[in-house]
């Protein structure tokens, strides 16, 4: 096999590629590959991708992983993405997704979008909203 062909099928290895031999790599190429492997599913584990086969994870990535999979759900709940699950948070992260979503929700009434609840707003907030309304009538 040339040598160009031989780097190439390595590359074509070592980024998981179908079109992938081992049986014509040597016992370091091969090490590479299963190193390359190793990479591509802890980055599938540290960014939520469903190839990821955490079971494969050190210790150490696994506690990334793990802290990578919080910070995701974090700011899923501070801009009120469906899947949010704010009972992994702490009171302090949970009192700013509550302060988040009174913020969205006030915005949503103040330009007159689906999905305000006028229940949930201050006075003030109310007053604003009415004025907002009344200078939007089309």
């Known amino acids: 096999m040339a ?3 031989r780097e190439r099928l390595v590359q074509v290895c ?3 590629s179908d079109a992938c031999n081992l049986v014509h790599l040597t016992a370091e190429e091969q090490q590479a590959v299963a190193e390359g492997a190793r990479k591509r599913n802890y980055q599938n584990c540290l960014h939520g991708f469903d190839l990821c086969d955490a079971a494969r994870l050190t210790a150490d990535e696994q506690e990334a992983v793990t802290q990578a999979a919080n910070k995701r759900n974090y700011k ?3 801009v009120g993405f469906y899947g949010c699950d ?8 949970q009192e700013k997704i509550a302060r988040a979503a009174r913020k969205r929700n006030y915005q949503s009434c103040l330009h007159g979008f689906y999905g305000c609840d006028v ?10 909203v009415a004025r907002a309304a009344a200078e939007r009538k089309w």
């Open 3 to 5: 040598r160009a062909e």
């Open 14 to 16: 070592v980024y998981g």
């Open 76 to 78: 899923d709940c501070i």
């Open 86 to 93: 704010a009972s992994q948070l702490s009171a302090e992260q």
């Open 119 to 128: 229940a949930q707003l201050t006075a003030e907030e109310k007053e604003a």
